[in-house]
């Protein structure tokens, strides 16, 4: 089970698809003190892994001191950054608070299409020297990207290039549209081309050494089935079953991408929220609706949840209309 903390809601970039609306800080996010009784409770309620991210969550001064206060539970701090922040002497603070790893967002191999894309100019360059201080101290690192109409055509290059710089795999992010992502909405591909996409990225997995993985794109567990890849993931879409957000504010979410407020760990302490909250014991009965409620990979794929949100306005247990897959006795949905 791994969790995701929005430290900040502060960031140095104001990229197109940015979930959070990141840029300035909030006036009340949760304070250091706050944020170790949270990480307390994240322990108590069976979590292993902890996401730091935001934001930029090097742009929390207490980063380091959260960080080492996780590891000292036990828990298995990593990092979520763009990677433009980590000079020398921030990979050797990560590296001494306890940092496992990092994931590094890159969107394109065209340094000019990825600083346009985020918002900061020099961001590519910035983003490789963050990922060669890493290097340098030890922490391993993935690279993310978030797969738009017009980078899509670069997937397999950027993932041969994660392969050469020594990332420990590839992630790739789909689309959901949510805070500044639903602007660009109509860049996000569609169903067919979705379907494709994920083809190529499991293909391509049967070329490389490193994982790839597509992620909010749960139906990459079927069509990796049928190719016969063997992959260590069981379920596609981990929302509220092993994997939630909480926000700079405190706020809990299934995912980043569903946008619904669970409770705040300022109110009722998390780990009684993960077990009692009706919205996530709902999602983990897997009482899907539609053609998601009669398919033969319900329970390994389920669905992208805050798509099905996001498009049946409200219903996070509704079908993934993003889905070609039709499985045995799904006529009626056609």
């Known amino acids: ?33 706050e944020g170790k009784k949270l990480i307390r409770e994240i322990k108590a309620a069976g979590f292993q892994m902890m996401i730091f991210s935001g934001g930029e969550p090097l742009m929390r001064k207490d980063l380091f001191e959260l960080g080492s206060y996780a590891s000292s539970l036990g828990l298995r701090p990593v990092l979520g950054t763009n990677g433009t922040l980590i000079d020398r002497e921030a990979a050797q603070n990560l ?43 030890g922490i391993g690192f993935q690279i993310h990207t978030t797969v738009m109409d017009w980078n899509v055509g670069e997937l397999e290059n950027i993932a041969d290039f994660t392969a050469q710089i020594g990332a420990r795999a590839y992630h790739v992010f789909f689309l959901v549209p949510t805070g500044r992502a639903v602007n660009i909405e109509e860049e996000a591909l569609r169903v067919a081309e979705y379907e494709k996409t994920l083809a190529r990225l499991m293909e391509k997995q049967k070329q490389m050494e490193i994982e790839i993985k597509p992620t909010c794109a749960p139906q990459f567990i079927r069509v990796a089935d049928k190719k016969g890849l063997n992959l260590r993931f069981s379920k596609g879409c981990l929302a509220g ?26 109110e009722r302490p998390f780990d009684q929220i993960w077990r009692e909250n009706q919205v996530l014991n709902e999602l983990r009965t897997m009482d899907y609706k539609g053609k998601c409620g009669i398919c033969d990979y319900r329970e390994k794929c389920g669905g992208c949840r805050a798509r099905a949100f996001f498009y049946s306005k409200g219903d996070y247990m509704a079908e993934d209309e993003w889905c070609l897959y039709r499985p045995p006795g799904a006529r009626k949905h056609e």
């Not at 960031?11 to 006036?27: Q, S």
């Not at 079953?241 to 995912?255: A, D, E, K, L």
């Open 95 to 137: 590296k001494e608070a306890g940092f496992l790893a990092a994931g590094i967002s890159i969107d394109s191999l065209d340094p000019l299409k990825n600083d346009s894309f985020r918002k900061l100019e020099g961001a590519f360059n910035r983003t490789l020297e963050g990922i060669e201080n890493l290097k340098t101290v």
């Open 1 to 33: 089970m791994h969790l995701s903390w929005n430290v900040t809601n502060q960031c140095n970039m104001l990229c197109e698809h940015c979930y959070r609306d990141a840029g300035t800080r909030l006036e009340d996010e949760l304070s250091t003190e």
């Open 241 to 266: 079953v092993s994997y939630c957000i909480i926000n700079p504010r405190g706020f809990v979410q299934p995912c980043a991408y569903l946008e619904m407020s669970l409770g705040n760990v300022r």
